[in-house]
């Protein structure tokens, strides 16, 4: 179906087990052989034990998202095939030891090569050498060279330089049993040129790039999956950009901080969870009644409460939307491109500043751990920042005509800065003058119409004259671009938000211009077709709906759509 | 030494006549004098309540934030910009009760502010329900049969997390309480001083006269570096123990134990913070 | 304006001068008298000081709402006038010391009488007798029985048994005061027989008789204005009825200890204003997952974070509507009368129990500062558990058609009895089993359905030929009800929603049948507007907003009527 | 005895081989069993970590709620039917962290239930942050240069709150463990007991070893009764004192102090509960 020229490698074992090492070996071997390629996980809420997968797809032309078929299956122990067994043809290739897989199997009709991963790493000296041996395989099979496999392993491992040696002996291992196989595997892609220096990074990555490369010098959070890795990643980089990373004693305290920090200049970010973020509705209320700026990365998860706490779901749109008490403008983006997390997340914390909002970045489990290799990301030109130099008189809340009241920061000037929960008047002092709260309610109000000249307009993609338009948000950029690619049909085009509130106005354009609109999103009730029929009155009732805590594959996206395309 | 320095113009103060909320105003800015802090280096973060309402009755900058919230967001104040002087100051239900968690783990982490704790043993600005502070019995329209919680000891639980300075005043008293509360602030570190408050509206059992008689200074001989005896002393009921109950030996702050400070002092919101990016970038590629 | 014959009393006071002992008597004495009457108050967030209002207004017929006109002011103090200024007219009487308030009356060119309250009341003994003075003198202007007011005097004081004599002694001396002045005001409404065994309770009151009604036998809140009231309520009534009232530490802990009580089979409340439901959004989501029904009454106040404390507003519905993260049902209440305040609290408790969903009952600090008179309420027949006994193999999340499975609780019966907040199977065991998460989701989703069967629906009142249809929900029901009854219009209706969510199936025909739609609600961005367009995809684009803290009065929003009607 | 009473058959335990949680459900069983407590009476109640999961691993009734949030939940459980008993059971992370301010102000409640910490020094569940109790300078993903904060001592926290009852245990010890699970049980009122937690993932600091070294026993001599020794006691960091640490004089229960079981003592939801209301609704006419 898929009419890229691709391979498609699932490795599967338990937690712990150490398929992170795998996935951070091999992900970087292969771009840095030249192969384009994409890579996702999917894992239990659990350290040790059950059963977690990595995807790995490679392919001559760039690549990036999640296909169902299966090339190459590696098991790396027991247990590891029963939930992949729908996923699996004749044509699977399945590296295992034989007995892991052997009962299993037989009803799937599938090949087994035998290779007892374990064995062979124990032989070594340990079982966790394992994951080098399945390096190897696969560096073996797609003829890698080995020599790239060896260099980037020694520099993986140059800080353990004992662990050197015996881990190029299991990759040696793995290669010399890859290369036996390798007629078994019919396409590989090959490698291209210039892609070795390509970057590699996941969607954690990404938005933790953006975050500094958005002047980010500040994070406060509290760890939840899967919004922990921004802040190891901010914590990881906080000597070098000079950033104050805290771990909160809880997200109330986390967001808090951070809106302190803003007031202080700082600029600051908080990472979360629905969960998390379900704590922090008074925290965003009082950063939209002191007009502080405040950025947020909300990564989804499958709720409600504790849910499925590893998985992906965007199920928390209208939460992201609606949380807080009162009424005050923020901004919500999603990005779809791992690109997008980098740059979106550098808008981001230019929009809180100009704009004295929250600005909220929605991803998911499955964007902050996916990866592909991106050409190249530009710099950011030189910071700006939008506070100013106060005067002796300063009033943090004038009333000027657009809303946008310069924003003082403490120290700095001579003005003094004052700023309330309450409601406030023009100095920042409580007050209970009703005309005035009228005012001020106005002027916070009026932000929206500044916002609304910024805002970045939907992507279209397909055929402009469409006659059927999909419609999608955040992580299924590439699923639903790919799936549109495959079916290749002219009647149809595909419009994508990255930036989701306050929402376009070319929305209803565009609707309306189709003769059938379907809207797909990874949750039960459609939040974003929701959100276009509270701001269009367009009912979007073609829904392809996504929520057993997994992401779309090309396939089932592809069958999906046709099925739409077939209703009436 | 200008006495008016932070005295504020015109203003309408919605505090009850009579309250020890004025005098706790007073005395803070007598110590803010004396020490010759400057309003446009100061920053009083507050939360919500009627203690809460302090920082708009003097020249300051000010974060008057929410219910329970002012110690992270003062923590934060000082982490981004270390230079100012920072004070969280509000109710005892605000710090002890709905603030709870973020006060135990600010002395946690022991960043160099000031935590001044109006305490009136009562929910002012909602009416007189019981705070954590209440005194068993303490009878509100809540507690219809008297409060029976443990009432909050804020001096033995700052002690038991190791806070660096632990105080307790008398709002009744000026020129002790002043001088405790110019000790916490030049102290380097946490440093809480809870002060006893009349709330004459909805405490008529805590009143002036009741503090007056369970009141006492320790006295010179006091060794405040003494953990176990501050303990037990902060922990005695009969008479309440004024003073500068314990501070503890020279202790790192949160700020200085900031990477971010490590090798530049100066405030975030002055750096030129990207000069290392392209080489971030660049560990994608290789 | 005003086709009732009425006359509109305005007290006007500082706070902490005993204002409240002035409702509290006075209304009832009224009542007692055999009046019909409307009394709301207006308040600072402070103890002593500023400027507060009680308004009271008194009729032949009976009146529930608020009017703009001030026929008698009563000013108990300096400063007492300058907020009522705009609600002054010559035909205004103005009461009070004539030193308080005559600077500002000369341009004002209103009428004044010299009763200096204080005085008199020192005289007596404490100027705290200002209060019953006044009362005195309200009775003597409206020839209430001097008697019926002096024993209730007396028995209001029974408990201090030392303040009766003086307080009567006031209550005389205003009572001469006032009977001289009786033909100053043109018309006084005449006592009703049967009025005086009319019930007489304010919002707060209707929604505590309502949650006992309801068969509530837990709370657990924090203190915040203006829903404090429900919980002292319950306090007080806590031996009587065996109700377990905890204040807790913070709102997370009040949410998570009602869920805690319904799990282990009492009816827990939990009441709060907007900022501390911003925090309860985790609990909620837990209650969602976990099927345990919830009750919270959430008394709105003007936001966004501390906002205006003791103001009212309609802000808070998104809020209500969205909270939590994840995909869970819920219903949303919204009491229009008091009646409807005691019924829809009852009817939360059953709604809870019977679908193991939360349930919000909105209302504001209008609603439970508001007082009239009503004939009865009826009790409520036995009070009937939707739990049940459990066997030894009890599934909690049995997955039955319909969704709702049967709810056991802890001790009863011999099954165990699990829930979780993490994904969860049948029997409440944490699961990664992604295809039974489909299917749980779906149960849950599937409560919708059967919720549906049983929504109320909403009010239509005016001509069922409407051209116009006034659309409005919550407190305002009696505002806009009066106010188009006085306008008078044949082509107007008003379509009233105690409901709110799910939404009714029939306001899209409602809506439809009209030429021209206005939706009114008490805040800034029209939110009820927004769920209706959701749901319709109808835009509603005349709108009545006020968000200044204050509700609608009777005139004012007969002139927002008629400019919306003469409006395109 | 029926020694297999909380047994579950064919359960998929998510904990990690060689993890300390295991004795810890082994010694919770015994201690119910010993007690003679029936499943159906039993409410076990647990947040969000690794440590939470152990509800789902024997027979009992369970709430598994929100990381941080069990002892309200257990709280208003036990207040709803006194009859249960009701045991709080979480990670370090979420009792003394996410949950630090139902911690302490449960504490202040004493309702009669038992709050079982496993106190493994980290965040397991999300892979090896610090938690409240991690020691100064220990290393994970997010404190890149080890942990500077003052660690959470849960005991002289809980004595600071009048804790009814006080005990810290290791995981590696099944008897003496068992032994005081027991007591705290059925010890009338709260009753904290911190359980020393190895955790093989995450934690390579404070191991079975590192613990069986840094860890000694009360010994009989030592009277819990003394708060200001237990106190000192409790502050111990060379060598971790294990035992009953601090036990209080007798206490009212929370659920004693309840004005509704004043003159009943049946559960919630076995009553009439309208008769009054008749009366109550008069109130509003007179
Ligand atoms: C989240 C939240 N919950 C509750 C409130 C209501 N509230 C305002 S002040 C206050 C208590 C004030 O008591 P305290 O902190 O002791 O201050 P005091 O008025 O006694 O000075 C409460 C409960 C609020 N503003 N926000
Ligand atoms: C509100 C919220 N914040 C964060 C999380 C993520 N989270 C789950 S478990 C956990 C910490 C677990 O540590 P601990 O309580 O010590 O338990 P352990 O896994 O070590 O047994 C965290 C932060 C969550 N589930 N909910
Ligand atoms: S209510 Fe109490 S604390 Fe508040 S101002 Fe009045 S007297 Fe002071
Ligand atoms: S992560 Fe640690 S605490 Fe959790 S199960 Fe594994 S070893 Fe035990
Ligand atoms: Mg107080
Ligand atoms: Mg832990």
New interface residues.
């Given amino acids: 179906m898929s009419r890229i020229n691709d391979i498609s490698i699932v490795l599967s074992g338990e937690a712990?087990q150490g398929l992170k090492t795998v996935e951070l070996v091999l992900n970087r071997i292969l771009k840095l052989a030249g192969y384009n390629l994409f890579a996702t996980k999917e894992y239990?809420?659990?350290?040790?034990?059950?059963n977690n997968t990595t995807s790995i797809r490679i392919s001559d032309s760039r690549i990036s998202t999640l296909i169902n078929r299966i090339d190459i299956l590696l098991v790396l122990n027991k247990n590891g095939l029963s939930r992949l067994l729908k996923r699996i043809t004749k044509n699977t290739l399945i590296i295992a030891r034989r007995s892991d897989v052997e009962t299993e199997c037989k009803n799937a009709k599938c090949q087994i090569i035998d290779i007892p991963f374990i064995i062979f790493a124990s032989n070594i000296g340990k079982a966790v050498y394992a994951n080098t041996v399945a390096v190897g395989v696969l560096c073996g099979i797609l003829k890698v060279k080995e020599s790239i496999a060896r260099d980037y392993i020694k520099?993986y491992f140059s800080k353990k330089p004992d662990e050197i040696n015996n881990n190029i002996l299991a990759l040696s291992k793995g290669y010399e049993e890859g290369t036996k196989i390798q007629e078994k595997v019919k396409t590989t892609p090959k490698p291209v040129s210039g892609i070795k220096?390509?970057?590699?990074?996941n969607g954690t990555?990404a938005i933790a790039?953006g975050a500094?490369?958005g002047?980010c010098?500040?994070i406060?959070s509290?760890?939840?999956?899967p919004s922990?890795g921004v802040?190891?990643s901010l914590?990881?980089?906080?000597?070098?950009?000079?950033?104050?990373?805290?771990?909160?004693?809880?997200e109330?305290?986390?967001i808090?901080?951070?809106?302190?920090?803003w007031?202080?200049?700082?600029?600051?970010l908080v990472t979360t969870s629905?969960?998390g973020?379900?704590?922090m509705?008074?925290?965003?209320?009082?950063a939209?009644?002191?007009e502080t700026p405040i950025v947020i990365h909300l990564a989804q998860r499958?709720?409600?409460?504790?849910?499925?706490?590893t998985?992906t779901?965007q199920?928390?749109l209208?939460?992201a939307?609606?949380?807080?008490?009162?009424?005050?403008p923020r901004i919500l983006l999603a990005p779809g491109r791992i690109e997008d997390g980098y740059y979106l997340m550098q808008k981001a914390f230019d929009l809180a500043d100009r704009f004295q909002v929250p600005v909220i970045v929605l991803t998911d489990q499955y964007f902050v751990d996916s990866y592909y290799n991106i050409p190249s990301?530009s710099?950011?030109a030189?910071?700006k920042?939008h506070?100013i130099k106060t005067e002796k008189n300063y009033k943090r809340y004038n009333l000027i005509k657009n809303g946008l009241s310069p924003r003082g920061?403490?120290?700095?000037?001579?003005?003094?800065?004052?700023?309330?929960?309450?409601?406030h008047d023009q100095k920042?002092?409580?007050t209970?003058d009703?005309?005035l709260?009228?005012k001020i309610?106005?002027k916070r109000?009026k932000k929206i119409a500044e916002i609304r000249k910024v805002i970045m307009p939907p992507v279209l993609t397909g055929n402009k004259d469409y006659k059927t338009l999909l419609v999608g948000w955040g992580s299924t950029y590439h699923v639903i671009k790919e799936a549109m690619e495959n079916i290749g049909r002219k009647d149809l085009a595909f419009l994508h938000y990255n930036w989701i509130w306050p929402l376009h106005g070319d929305t209803k354009k565009y609707l309306k211009q189709a003769k059938k609109t379907v809207i797909i999103e990874n949750?039960?009730?459609s939040?974003f077709g929701?959100?276009i029929?509270?701001q269009t009155?367009?009912?979007i009732n073609h829904r392809i709906l996504k929520?057993?805590?997994?992401a779309f594959s090309v396939e089932e996206m592809e069958s999906y759509i046709k099925k739409a395309l077939e209703a009436k | 030494m200008d006495n008016r320095r932070f005295d504020m113009k015109g203003?309408d103060m919605?505090w009850c006549p009579g309250c020890g909320n004025f005098n706790i105003l007073n005395i803070l800015k007598k110590a803010l004098t004396e020490l010759k802090i400057e309003?446009?280096?100061l920053?009083l973060?507050s939360g919500?309540g009627q203690a809460a309402?302090i920082?708009?009755y003097l020249?300051?900058?000010?974060?008057?934030?929410?219910h329970g919230?002012s110690l992270?967001?003062?923590?934060?104040?000082k982490?981004?910009?270390p230079?100012?002087t920072v004070i969280a100051e509000s109710g005892d239900g605000c710090m002890y009760g709905e603030g709870g968690?973020?006060f135990?783990?600010t002395i946690r982490r022991n960043p160099d502010i000031t935590n001044i704790v109006h305490n009136n043993m009562v929910y002012g600005l909602t009416k007189g329900q019981a705070s954590p502070t209440s005194q068993i019995g303490f009878h509100t329209p809540v507690q219809v049969n008297g409060v029976v919680l443990e009432p909050f000891n804020p001096l033995t639980v700052a002690i038991a997390f190791e806070a660096s300075f632990v105080a307790r005043c008398f709002a009744g008293d000026t020129e002790k309480t002043v001088d405790i509360v110019k000790q916490a602030i030049i102290h380097k570190g946490y440093a809480l001083v809870d002060i006893l408050q009349p709330c004459v509206s909805f405490n008529k059992v805590n009143t002036f006269q009741w503090f007056k008689e369970h009141i006492y200074y320790l006295d010179a001989s006091y060794d405040p570096r003494d953990k176990i005896r501050a303990f037990d002393t902060a922990g005695e009921k009969e008479k309440l123990p004024l003073g500068i109950i314990y501070q503890s030996q020279d202790k790192k702050t949160f700020e200085e134990n900031?990477?971010?400070y490590?090798d530049?002092k100066t405030?975030?919101?002055?750096?030129?913070?990207?000069r290392?990016?392209?080489e971030?970038?660049q560990s994608?590629?290789?």
């Fill in positions: 712990g239990m809420s659990r350290i040790r034990g059950g520099k220096d390509d970057l590699l990074l990555e790039l500094i490369a002047g010098n500040f406060s509290y760890p939840m999956s922990t802040l190891v914590s990881k980089n906080a000597e070098k950009f000079g950033i104050v990373a805290e771990q909160a004693e809880d109330i305290s986390a808090n901080m951070a809106i302190g920090a007031y202080a200049g700082a600029r600051a629905g969960g973020f379900a704590l509705g008074e925290g965003l209320s009082l939209g009644i002191t499958p709720g409600p409460a504790t849910g499925l706490p998985r779901e199920g928390d209208e939460l939307l609606y949380s807080g008490h009162g009424e005050f990301l710099l950011p030189k910071l920042n506070f920061i403490p120290g700095y000037g001579k003005g003094l800065v004052s700023v309330d929960s309450d409601e920042g002092h409580i209970e009703l005309d709260r009228i309610t106005d109000l949750n039960a009730t939040q929701k959100l029929r509270m009155g367009i009912d929520y057993n805590g997994l | 203003i919605a309003p446009v280096e920053v973060v919500i309402k920082p708009h020249k300051t900058n000010l974060f008057n934030g929410l919230r992270p967001v003062a923590t934060a104040i982490a981004a910009n230079n100012l968690n973020h135990i783990h900031l990477v971010a490590k530049n405030p975030l919101y002055k750096r030129e913070p990207l290392s990016l392209k971030l970038m994608y590629r290789d």
